[in-house]
């Protein structure tokens, strides 16, 4: 089992729509989770980060977190072309530890 | 440019060579990661360093990589005896700290073409 696993995609919505992003981890004792964007030959950018159980809002992104199911989510309200990107999921144990990607989910947001 | 500078932004070298790349973490961060990403593929973590420390180089390839983080100056991460697999991007990311909510920030990263 991957440590952190996301799907491919793409993910293809209409522009104005919520974009769902899906994230699964395997080790129940991470305790940060973060959300990065990166569009193709740049570098990522960090879009959100969660350690909490909960919904955390900023903006049009709304991370959520639930650490029993081992669950982190990002959902992008009112979907804008300039939103597709890959989306890269990431985890962290604890603060000394290496943050782990997952492969990323490519969104497509179609005018 | 307060950011994380990376260079060089693009590196060639020929199979056999050594290859340095850069990394200047953002002003008054003092933990840096290296990461490798080939073409499609996520983010491989390869080494985290605090200034003059190895924290974690569980991800570092055992021989031909080595990284440093000096006292003074740029952390280095220095690849010997190129071959045509370590073709990728190398991406470079401080934090302030190690705190729960120190996320990273990344450079812009070296692309490393071996021919």
């Known amino acids: 089992q991957k440590e952190v696993e996301q799907n491919s995609g793409p993910l293809s919505v209409p522009e104005g729509a919520i974009a769902s992003l899906n994230c699964t981890y395997s080790?129940?004792?991470?305790?940060?989770f973060f959300w990065y964007r990166q569009y193709s030959g740049k570098s990522p950018e960090l879009i959100m980060f969660?350690?909490?159980?909960g919904d955390k809002e900023d903006g049009r992104f709304t991370a959520q977190l639930n650490k029993a199911s081992q669950y982190v989510s990002l959902l992008i309200r009112d979907s804008q072309p300039s939103d597709s990107a890959t989306y890269l999921c990431?985890?962290?144990?604890?603060?000394?530890?290496?943050?782990?990607f997952g492969p990323g989910t490519s969104l497509s947001v179609i005018p | 440019n307060a950011g994380v500078m990376q260079n060089p932004r693009h590196l060639v070298r020929r199979r056999g060579q050594e290859a340095r790349l850069r990394c200047s973490p953002m002003?008054?961060?003092?933990?840096v990661y290296w990461y490798r990403q080939l073409p499609e593929e996520g983010l491989k973590f390869m080494v985290y360093?605090?200034?003059?420390?190895?924290?974690?180089e569980s991800g570092m390839p055992k021989e031909r990589f080595s990284a440093e983080f000096p006292k003074e100056g740029p952390s280095i991460l220095r690849i010997q005896q190129v071959v045509r697999g370590d073709s990728a991007a190398y991406f470079c990311?401080?934090?302030?700290?190690?705190?729960?909510?120190?996320?990273?920030?990344f450079g812009d990263g070296t692309r490393l073409s071996i021919l």
């Open positions: 990311a401080s934090s302030l700290g190690p705190g729960q909510n120190q996320p990273q920030h």
């Open positions: 080790d129940r004792g991470s305790q940060s």
């Open positions: 969660i350690y909490s159980n």
């Open positions: 990431a985890v962290r144990k604890t603060s000394y530890d290496k943050v782990i």
């Open positions: 002003k008054g961060h003092s933990h």
């Open positions: 360093l605090q200034k003059e420390n190895i924290i974690d």
